[in-house]
């Protein structure tokens, strides 16, 4: 059935639309990646009545359930890299890496390419390099990406490629929703909750002490809820499990396998992370601090250090919370009340981070979408 959904998608694609239909193409590959896009589609849909063209490579992505008008849907997977290769649009947007480095290449057709980032963290350890080489635009959200991306381009001679201050929808959605919930949470939980919500690898914080750390707080009196990125789910579904076998009795744990829902970072009291990118839309989407495990960082460019450029992800730990060592879990209910307690100090701290590294707070669908336009009109 998957087969004949994405065969008849394909065909659709390429011989039933309208090419004047056609000009807008976003690109997801599964469902978790639309919370990136919402803000932009509806930008350019309601607000500018363009037509878009949605594809997914996630046969069970809401959206291909949702009609509405100017939205088409398709389901592409194991025939992208041939839809890709003669796909033919003014824009193509996509939140996936390494265009035309691997199995997806950029089409022989002229098409415009943007990327739109899927996290705050900076450019240059864990992405590949040369991740963004063959794109024609990116939609920077601070000025970190510019100055990263620009030294890049200097350092390996590349053209440069037209960098846009947008900002980061999904900052601004995690922002609007947890002041709503503040206003409409209906009771005080006894209980603090501690979300941990880490990176994906072989020594972050799920894979190197999940079991010990979820103990810990369990023991301490904490509701618990753990997030895995998706990465480690597929990756290391018996670790998932075991964690699930071994607490899921426990009334005050909870386990959340899904990043398309902002629920538990809403009502979370105390993040736990590494490096990973949840960690800023934490402390700039709810401005409250966050206390990180000094697990081995996730480096996927060996070469990160050649820009000199210190990664936003990492100096910015310090600012935003406090980092321990994994080797010290047993402090972590004293720094849990050490954050708390000065929670209203790091909110003014990390509303002046926002304010630096985030371009456009409020404002990035409207600025992306006038620049897809132009680009569309141009």
């Given at each position: 059935?998957?087969l004949?959904?994405?065969?008849f998608?394909?065909?659709?694609?390429?011989?039933k639309?309208?090419?004047?239909?056609?000009?807008?193409?976003?690109?997801?590959?599964?469902y978790?990646?639309?919370?990136?896009?919402e803000?932009?589609?509806?930008?350019l849909?309601?607000?500018?009545q363009?037509n878009?063209?949605?594809?997914?490579?996630?046969?069970?992505?809401p959206?291909l359930?949702?009609?509405r008008p100017?939205?088409?849907?398709?389901?592409?997977?194991?025939?992208?890299?041939?839809?890709?290769l003669?796909?033919?649009?003014k824009?193509?947007?996509?939140t996936?890496t390494d265009?035309?480095?691997?199995?997806?290449?950029?089409?022989?057709n002229?098409?415009?390419?943007?990327?739109i980032?899927?996290?705050?963290?900076?450019?240059?350890?864990?992405?590949?390099?040369?991740?963004f080489?063959?794109?024609?635009?990116i939609?920077?959200v601070?000025p970190?990406?510019?100055?990263?991306?620009r030294?890049?381009?200097?350092?390996?001679?590349?053209?440069?490629k037209?960098?846009?201050?947008?900002?980061?929808?999904r900052l601004?959605?995690?922002?609007?929703?947890?002041k709503?919930y503040?206003?409409?949470k209906?009771?005080?939980?006894?209980?603090l909750?501690?979300?941990?919500?880490?990176?994906w690898?072989?020594?972050?914080?799920?894979?190197s002490c999940g079991k010990?750390?979820?103990?810990?707080?369990?023991k301490?009196g904490?509701?618990?809820?753990?997030?895995?990125?998706?990465?480690?789910?597929?990756?290391?579904p018996k670790?998932?499990?075991d964690?699930?076998?071994?607490?899921?009795d426990?009334?005050?744990?909870?386990?959340e396998?899904?990043?398309?829902?902002?629920?538990?970072?809403?009502?979370?009291?105390i993040?736990i992370c590494?490096c990973?990118?949840?960690a800023?839309?934490?402390a700039f989407?709810t401005?409250?601090?966050v206390l990180?495990?000094?697990?081995?960082y996730?480096?996927?460019?060996?070469?990160?250090k050649?820009l000199g450029?210190?990664?936003?992800?990492?100096?910015?730990?310090?600012?935003?919370?406090?980092?321990?060592?994994p080797?010290?879990l047993?402090?972590?209910p004293?720094?849990?009340?050490?954050?708390?307690?000065?929670?209203?100090?790091y909110?003014?701290?990390?509303?002046?981070?926002?304010?630096?590294?985030?371009?456009n707070?409020?404002?990035?669908s409207k600025?992306?979408?006038?620049?897809?336009?132009?680009?569309?009109?141009?």
């Amino acid at each position: 059935m998957k087969l004949l959904k994405e065969i008849f998608s394909f065909c659709s694609f390429f011989w039933k639309i309208p090419e004047e239909e056609k000009k807008i193409v976003i690109y997801a590959e599964h469902y978790g990646y639309y919370p990136n896009y919402e803000g932009l589609i509806e930008e350019l849909i309601s607000k500018n009545q363009q037509n878009v063209c949605y594809i997914t490579s996630d046969s069970k992505d809401p959206i291909l359930e949702k009609e509405r008008p100017g939205l088409k849907k398709f389901y592409i997977k194991n025939l992208l890299p041939f839809f890709m290769l003669f796909i033919k649009c003014k824009v193509f947007i996509m939140t996936m890496t390494d265009l035309n480095q691997f199995h997806i290449k950029r089409s022989i057709n002229p098409v415009h390419y943007v990327y739109i980032f899927h996290a705050i963290v900076s450019t240059h350890m864990v992405y590949r390099g040369g991740s963004f080489d063959y794109y024609d635009s990116i939609l920077c959200v601070g000025p970190h990406h510019i100055e990263e991306i620009r030294k890049y381009e200097e350092l390996h001679k590349l053209p440069c490629k037209k960098l846009i201050k947008a900002g980061f929808y999904r900052l601004e959605r995690i922002y609007a929703k947890y002041k709503k919930y503040l206003i409409e949470k209906s009771a005080v939980e006894k209980k603090l909750i501690v979300l941990i919500a880490p990176s994906w690898g072989a020594n972050n914080i799920i894979e190197s002490c999940g079991k010990p750390l979820v103990k810990l707080l369990l023991k301490k009196g904490y509701k618990v809820i753990v997030r895995p990125h998706p990465e480690t789910i597929r990756r290391f579904p018996k670790l998932i499990e075991d964690l699930s076998i071994e607490f899921g009795d426990n009334p005050d744990f909870y386990l959340e396998r899904s990043i398309a829902t902002d629920d538990s970072v809403l009502k979370s009291d105390i993040l736990i992370c590494d490096c990973s990118g949840i960690a800023l839309e934490y402390a700039f989407g709810t401005e409250r601090p966050v206390l990180f495990l000094d697990v081995p960082y996730k480096i996927r460019n060996e070469k990160f250090k050649e820009l000199g450029i210190e990664p936003l992800e990492l100096f910015v730990r310090k600012k935003i919370g406090i980092v321990i060592s994994p080797k010290k879990l047993d402090t972590i209910p004293r720094v849990i009340a050490k954050l708390k307690s000065e929670k209203e100090e790091y909110k003014e701290r990390i509303i002046r981070l926002r304010k630096k590294y985030i371009y456009n707070f409020g404002h990035s669908s409207k600025i992306s979408a006038k620049y897809i336009i132009d680009l569309v009109e141009g």
